[in-house]
């Protein structure tokens, strides 16, 4: 079984995605049987035509609404359609989370809940034929893990049923904080928009890792071409590849040795405020950890101890946050070596939906897992249990992973 890598160059879009898949080899009945299932057959006609993007070859996926009274879907509806469709238990599945992300996203932007969210570009055919069509292209191919590199946004603005809005959109804000997904801005530079809704949708909830293996070769792929032209090529590659990342993270020494930095300091002449903002400010900075405590120090004077352990290449930046936000003058500082278990961070789905978590690989490679504590202080105020009680829910309840990360 292979793995998938998506690339978004520079974005992505369902319709992209769509060609892709299909230009990779997805037969085009594949896509159109689940939409034919749900009853959508005679609303839409799909073709898939060789196009180029700045002469590099690819499939453009058209959709031509035959509606012939096109209708504004809400999510209410567009899930009855999902729930009660004749399709198998799996694809239903998916195509469900990445609407009701979609509905989530649009529920919040607009301040309503997602049941009562009236879908207006993502409700409309095409997209209903790029999310269902996209979903059964990837049930299709069944790979072991789907990858997926940083996806850039644009600028600019955007028309829609709302009128005009800045790129990024108000939902694919949303979606980017909901599913803490990471993009790229060095080409953010570039007017218009390059990633969708629909696209971002279809990559949080179909990608498993949101960043690229670091070592795979390629052994087949697919290109799909978007329909705005942009100073670059605007298109989507899918890679059929062999991973090694697991092979790549079993050769890794766990638990491996680090050097870091220490540097501490005693203070005695600032007030308790100034030193929690000092105290924050180092955190914000990168240290892996600050500690601080009161202390005796001359003439009987109330003081601080201040530790802080650090990334050994920031030592020479925190040597200058010492002595431009504090009032010390003088900071004592050592390289130690320490010994770390490898560890990744993702979300999980539970009772509670996806929440965000952190696994541990053990030097027996069993894995361990762990909720994020603002997470769980979160689900404690929201459903008024007891930190013990969610942390217990979460641990029966806990589903399927996807990394955000790979081992480190």
């Excluded at 969210?117 to 997209?127: K, L, Q, R, T, Y």
């Excluded at 893990?145 to 996806?151: A, G, Q």
């Excluded at 390059?194 to 949708?201: C, D, E, H, K, Y």
């Excluded at 942390?391 to 990394?403: E, M, V």
């Amino acid at each position: 079984m292979e793995d998938l890598l998506i690339e978004c160059s520079p974005g992505i879009s369902g319709d992209m995605l769509l060609g892709a898949f299909y230009d990779l080899g997805v037969p085009k009945k594949v896509i159109e049987q689940p939409l034919i299932n749900l009853g959508l057959k005679d609303l839409y006609d799909l073709e898939f035509q060789e196009s180029k993007s700045y002469s590099i070859r690819g499939i453009k996926a058209k959709v031509t609404n035959i509606e012939c009274s096109p209708i504004k879907r809400n999510w209410r509806s567009i899930k009855e359609l999902i729930l009660n469709g004749l399709l198998e238990d799996k694809l239903k599945q998916i195509i469900y989370e990445v609407f009701e992300s979609l509905a989530t996203a649009e529920g919040k932007v607009h301040g309503i809940k997602s049941d009562d969210v009236h879908f207006h570009e993502i409700g409309a055919i095409d997209s209903l034929v790029d999310v269902i069509g996209a979903c059964a292209a990837l049930n299709y191919l069944n790979p072991k893990k789907v990858y997926c590199n940083e996806p850039m946004l644009g600028k600019g603005f955007v028309q829609t049923e709302h009128g005009k809005l800045s790129v990024p959109p108000p939902a694919v804000i949303e979606l980017i904080r909901q599913k803490n997904i990471k993009v790229s801005s060095s080409l953010d530079s570039i007017h218009g928009e390059l990633s969708t809704p629909t696209g971002i949708a279809l990559l949080s909830n179909l990608v498993d890792y949101l960043q690229p293996p670091s070592k795979y070769s390629i052994n087949s792929y697919g290109v799909g071409i978007g329909n705005l032209k942009f100073s670059i090529p605007n298109l989507v590659r899918v890679y059929k590849i062999s991973s090694f990342e697991d092979s790549y993270t079993n050769e890794q020494i766990n638990p491996k040795c680090e050097e870091i930095s220490v540097q501490e300091a005693w203070i005695d002449d600032q007030t308790p405020e100034d030193i929690s903002n000092f105290v924050e400010k180092l955190r914000i900075e990168g240290a892996y950890d600050v500690s601080y405590q009161a202390i005796n120090m001359k003439k009987n004077r109330i003081g601080f101890s201040i530790q802080v352990i650090l990334p050994i290449e920031k030592k020479e930046l925190f040597r200058r946050l010492w002595f431009d936000y504090s009032s010390t003058i003088g900071v004592r500082e050592r390289t130690q070596s320490r010994w770390i278990l490898l560890r990744r961070r993702g979300e999980c789905s539970t009772t509670f939906g996806n929440i965000k978590v952190k696994q541990t690989l053990k030097p027996d490679g069993s894995i361990t897992m762990k909720p994020e504590n603002d997470e769980v202080l979160r689900l404690k105020l929201e459903f008024k249990k007891s930190t013990e009680e969610i942390r217990k829910i979460i641990d029966k309840s806990s589903k399927k992973f996807k990394a955000f990360e790979n081992w480190k």
